[in-house]
């Protein structure tokens, strides 16, 4: 793996920097991304991998991104998971009982006219595709409706 900045931009209590990483596979797959650190979080903007990858291993790479960048971006004074360099996410039960809090978070921030996604990555710590995915959870368990009624065909 190669980290390498494409740029930088100074604010006052920090910096936001860009970065290009590049994987390459013994297999020849091949996998490039940009990738934005700022406030101590990693954010993906742009994968590009040949095979294409499914959206399970994107979520994978995130996560096995997150440390290098953030070290090499220094980045990485935040929370720290035990054994590793990653932010630690807060704790958050698993089953019907996590499923009911994100319908419940994702409730509370449609009433407040904020949005729900970030609500639910914001309580549970998870990427935004980790976000929809419990809430695509909560969804099948029942707790929210569904988010495009279909009309019944005749």
Request: glycine content about 12%; proline content about 5%.
């Given at each position: 793996m190669s980290v390498g900045p494409v740029w930088e931009v100074q604010e006052?209590?920090?910096a936001t920097t860009w970065s290009q990483v590049r994987l390459t596979f013994t297999d020849g797959a091949e996998v490039a991304v940009v990738a934005v650190v700022s406030?101590?979080?990693v954010c993906l903007?742009?994968?590009r991998a040949r095979p294409a990858l499914s959206l399970d291993d994107l979520t994978v790479l995130a996560d096995w991104l997150e440390g290098p960048l953030a070290e090499?971006?220094?980045a990485g004074e935040g929370p720290v998971a035990e054994g590793g360099a990653r932010r630690a996410r807060p704790g958050w039960p698993?089953?019907?009982e996590g499923r009911w809090l994100?319908?419940?978070e994702y409730r509370t921030a449609q009433e407040q006219g904020a949005d729900p996604v970030l609500a639910v990555m914001r309580a549970t710590g998870h990427s935004r595709h980790g976000a929809l995915r419990l809430i695509a959870g909560a969804r099948d368990a029942g707790f929210l409706n569904r988010r495009h009624a279909r009309p019944h065909r005749c």
């Amino acid at each position: 793996m190669s980290v390498g900045p494409v740029w930088e931009v100074q604010e006052d209590a920090g910096a936001t920097t860009w970065s290009q990483v590049r994987l390459t596979f013994t297999d020849g797959a091949e996998v490039a991304v940009v990738a934005v650190v700022s406030g101590g979080r990693v954010c993906l903007e742009e994968v590009r991998a040949r095979p294409a990858l499914s959206l399970d291993d994107l979520t994978v790479l995130a996560d096995w991104l997150e440390g290098p960048l953030a070290e090499a971006c220094g980045a990485g004074e935040g929370p720290v998971a035990e054994g590793g360099a990653r932010r630690a996410r807060p704790g958050w039960p698993r089953g019907s009982e996590g499923r009911w809090l994100v319908a419940r978070e994702y409730r509370t921030a449609q009433e407040q006219g904020a949005d729900p996604v970030l609500a639910v990555m914001r309580a549970t710590g998870h990427s935004r595709h980790g976000a929809l995915r419990l809430i695509a959870g909560a969804r099948d368990a029942g707790f929210l409706n569904r988010r495009h009624a279909r009309p019944h065909r005749c």
